[in-house]
């Protein structure tokens, strides 16, 4: 699998040459928009300029500055305040990229996703104290610890991790397993 900065690339020129509009082109067009809302920005794009939800997306994070972060920063803003937390975002971390060289750490503002070719794993800080971790284990019977997620979400799975203890032999076979069927 390409390396997410060569994929957004090949997405940028692909823009450029099936639209003839620059991505920044696109970018401006919806900062000029007014449209604040991302699903608003969306509909506008793909309604009224006909581009598909990926190139859409894809503008629409360019317009807000999505890509303009380096992903430590995006990793030092989830953890401002939550200082006690990063070490157990660190296990997590870690354990993901022993799974296999595939493994791919993609940082957002809120979260991080730990991905093959699909996410198995999503890391977000919930609060001050406590981390969610969501896992893609379809078809897998929630336990005490291992709760079910919302239907339709990002994840069909959750674990709370507040410590590095947590992080323990039953949270790393949960994400093994997920990581097994990405």
Known sequence: MAEPSAQLETMKANLLKTTG??????????????????????????????????????????????????PDDLLAGQYAGRQDLRPVYDALEAHARSLGADVE????????????SKNFAV????????????LNLKGMEPTGRLLAEKPGGMCTHKVSVETVGDVDAELKAWMAEAYSRA
Not at 27 to 43: D, F, I, N, P, W
Not at 45 to 57: E, I, R, V
Not at 123 to 134: C, D, F, N
């Open 21 to 70: 509009r620059s991505l920044e082109d696109w970018a401006a067009l919806v900062r000029a928009s007014g449209l604040k809302s991302h699903g608003e920005q969306m509909t506008f794009l793909k309604s009224q300029h006909g581009l598909g939800h990926g190139y859409a997306n894809l503008v629409c994070q360019t317009a807000k500055g999505a890509f303009e972060a380096a």
């Open 105 to 116: 750490i993609s940082a957002k503002k809120t979260s991080v996703a730990f991905r093959r």
């Open 123 to 134: 890391v977000t800080p919930a609060s001050k104290t406590r981390i969610q971790l969501g």
